[in-house]
């Protein structure tokens, strides 16, 4: 390995690799665990023990709200402690989620006689509308959530006239986005009505005033999302040159730009706003191109929402705005001994790394692409292969092979778990099984990625 390139990797390990993206989740836990603390510590004397308790629920509600508030606030050094925007917003998900259900003992717990008429009116709207943003976002996510035992009765239900009335009603993924934009409100709901009602502020100032610097910074980033942020990030003006079927249910689109083209590294996705005969829409892509193609080019799988319509409503000369780039999803971060896993549309990151290929591939390499069928990029990725020897490529059709397992992997690598640094794409459930799977045989945590797609 070059000189330039250890050095590149080492540079970038520091700043971009896993043990970075830990920061962000253990900077949350220790002020969860501070804040607690803070409570039962503080207590006022004469406070009732099951009223305090409620009231702490309700404050460490608002502390994991305000921190979610935080993670989407676009900024790139909370991207840089999550390892990724979209890492980021996994987190963003789960902290509204343990937030909105630590509610449910606030709510059975806490009490105060003197309760302001004002702040019982503020705390209907924020427990209603916080509830339904994450009923509404974990939906789409119901198969990941329940037993497969029950997946037959779950869908057999979404045929009835009832439901299919109430996902009319909610519509797809702009609908939900724009409701989801209301969440610093109900955040905001929250916290006026735990300063207007809570017993334990009234005798205690360091909890009061805590209480405001936690909501205060939750809500400032909400403000600065909502007002601010737009005319301070980069967007790129690109029109549609090219809208291509490359397999049935999978759309290669090309963007050429109008202006400054968006800098990206391979592996790195964009936000695409694209005009369609259907209204401007909006989703993250990832760019499955190489950054010499001065163009951006995004590989887009039928998953639901507008991109099932795509190849109908986004037509050559259709304008396009990218905002970007996000994400570190880098081979330059993994060790000498490369394993990249790519299932179904999963491919489009490892896509960009192979067609950014300038001259020696550093790393050995195994890339398994698994795919139902044969992949539609199974001639480019084995061409590629050809004038790279340190690249090997395994194909995988499932129709007639059975699925890739991880003991498939291990089997045909032959190397030692400890060095190997695995990067991979493809379905949540696939994802889950291979990383279990991997750090069971030996595999650093630190040492196995994987990039999200459906973190909307």
Same mark, same amino acid.
């Given at each position: 390995?070059?000189?330039?390139h250890s050095?590149?990797?080492?540079?970038?390990?520091?700043?971009?690799?896993?043990?970075?993206?830990?920061?962000?989740?253990?900077?949350?836990g220790?002020?969860?665990?501070?804040?607690?603390?803070?409570?039962?510590?503080?207590?006022?004397?004469?406070?009732?023990?099951?009223?305090?308790?409620?009231?702490? /629920?309700?404050?460490?509600?608002?502390?994991?709200?305000?921190?979610?508030?935080?993670?989407?606030?676009?900024?790139?050094?909370?991207?840089?402690?999550?390892?990724?925007?979209?890492?980021?917003?996994?987190?963003?998900?789960?902290?509204?989620?343990?937030?909105?259900?630590?509610? *449910?003992?606030?709510?059975?717990?806490?009490?105060?006689?003197?309760?302001?008429?004002?702040?019982?009116?503020?705390?209907?709207?924020?427990?209603?509308?916080?509830?339904? *943003?994450?009923?509404?976002?974990?939906?789409?996510?119901?198969?990941?959530?329940?037993?497969?035992?029950?997946?037959? %009765?779950?869908?057999?239900?979404?045929?009835?006239?009832?439901?299919?009335l109430?996902? @009319?009603?909610?519509?797809?993924?702009e609908?939900?986005?724009?409701?989801?934009?209301?969440?610093?409100?109900?955040? %905001?709901?929250?916290?006026?009505?735990?300063?207007?009602?809570? #017993?334990?502020?009234?005798?205690? =100032?360091?909890?009061?005033?805590?209480?405001?610097?936690?909501?205060?910074?939750?809500?400032?980033?909400?403000?600065?999302?909502?007002?601010? %942020?737009?005319?301070?990030?980069?967007?790129?003006?690109?029109?549609?040159?090219?809208?291509?079927?490359?397999?049935?249910?999978?759309?290669?689109?090309?963007?050429?730009? !109008?202006?400054?083209?968006?800098?990206?590294? =391979?592996?790195?996705?964009?936000?695409?706003?694209?005009? #369609? +005969?259907?209204?401007?829409q @909006?989703?993250?892509?990832?760019?499955?191109?190489?950054?010499?193609?001065?163009?951006?080019?995004?590989?887009?799988?039928?998953?639901?929402?507008?991109?099932?319509?795509?190849?109908?409503?986004? +037509?050559?000369?259709?304008?396009?705005?990218?905002?970007?780039?996000?994400? @570190? /999803?880098?081979?330059?971060?993994?060790?000498?001994?490369?394993?990249?896993?790519?299932?179904?549309?999963?491919?489009?990151p490892f896509?960009s790394?192979?067609?950014? !290929?300038?001259?020696?591939?550093?790393?050995?390499?195994? !890339?398994?692409?698994?795919?139902?069928?044969?992949?539609?990029?199974?001639?480019?990725?084995?061409?590629?292969?050809?004038?790279?020897?340190?690249? %090997?490529?395994?194909?995988?059709?499932?129709?007639?092979?059975?699925?890739?397992?991880?003991?498939?992997?291990?089997?045909?690598?032959?190397?030692?778990?400890?060095?190997?640094?695995?990067?991979?794409?493809?379905?949540?459930?696939?994802?889950?099984?291979?990383?279990?799977?991997?750090r069971?045989?030996?595999?650093?945590?630190?040492?196995?990625?994987?990039?999200?797609?459906h973190?909307?």
């Amino acid at each position: 390995m070059s000189g330039t390139h250890s050095a590149t990797r080492q540079r970038r390990a520091a700043i971009l690799g896993v043990p970075v993206r830990l920061t962000g989740p253990l900077a949350i836990g220790f002020l969860a665990a501070a804040y607690l603390v803070l409570w039962l510590v503080a207590r006022p004397e004469g406070e009732p023990l099951t009223r305090h308790l409620g009231q702490l /629920f309700g404050g460490e509600s608002v502390l994991l709200m305000s921190i979610a508030l935080v993670l989407i606030s676009t900024l790139p050094h909370v991207e840089l402690g999550f390892g990724g925007i979209d890492y980021a917003a996994i987190w963003h998900r789960r902290l509204a989620i343990a937030g909105a259900l630590l509610l *449910l003992p606030h709510v059975e717990l806490a009490s105060n006689p003197q309760a302001t008429a004002l702040g019982k009116a503020l705390a209907v709207p924020a427990a209603v509308g916080l509830a339904a *943003l994450i009923v509404w976002a974990i939906l789409p996510r119901w198969r990941t959530m329940l037993p497969p035992a029950v997946h037959g %009765a779950v869908l057999r239900t979404r045929e009835t006239w009832p439901v299919k009335l109430v996902t @009319r009603v909610l519509g797809g993924y702009e609908r939900w986005r724009g409701f989801h934009r209301l969440t610093g409100l109900f955040v %905001a709901a929250g916290f006026f009505h735990g300063l207007l009602d809570a #017993t334990a502020f009234e005798s205690t =100032p360091v909890l009061r005033w805590s209480y405001v610097v936690i909501g205060g910074v939750g809500l400032g980033f909400y403000a600065y999302r909502e007002l601010v %942020a737009r005319h301070f990030l980069p967007h790129h003006d690109y029109q549609v040159d090219e809208v291509r079927t490359v397999a049935p249910g999978l759309v290669d689109v090309h963007l050429k730009p !109008l202006g400054r083209p968006l800098n990206f590294r =391979p592996g790195q996705f964009a936000m695409i706003y694209l005009e #369609t +005969q259907d209204g401007w829409q @909006r989703h993250p892509f990832s760019i499955s191109g190489a950054p010499a193609d001065k163009g951006i080019r995004i590989t887009v799988k039928a998953l639901g929402d507008h991109t099932t319509k795509l190849p109908e409503v986004v +037509q050559p000369g259709m304008p396009a705005v990218v905002s970007g780039p996000y994400g @570190r /999803f880098d081979r330059l971060t993994g060790t000498a001994r490369q394993v990249w896993i790519a299932g179904g549309v999963g491919i489009t990151p490892f896509l960009s790394w192979l067609r950014s !290929l300038d001259g020696e591939l550093n790393e050995a390499v195994d !890339l398994f692409v698994t795919s139902s069928g044969r992949s539609p990029f199974a001639d480019e990725v084995q061409a590629i292969a050809k004038a790279h020897p340190r690249l %090997a490529v395994h194909l995988i059709d499932t129709t007639t092979g059975g699925r890739l397992t991880p003991q498939h992997v291990l089997a045909a690598v032959q190397a030692d778990p400890r060095e190997l640094s695995v990067f991979m794409g493809g379905p949540d459930p696939m994802l889950k099984e291979f990383r279990r799977a991997f750090r069971a045989a030996g595999v650093r945590p630190a040492n196995i990625h994987r990039e999200y797609f459906h973190w909307r």
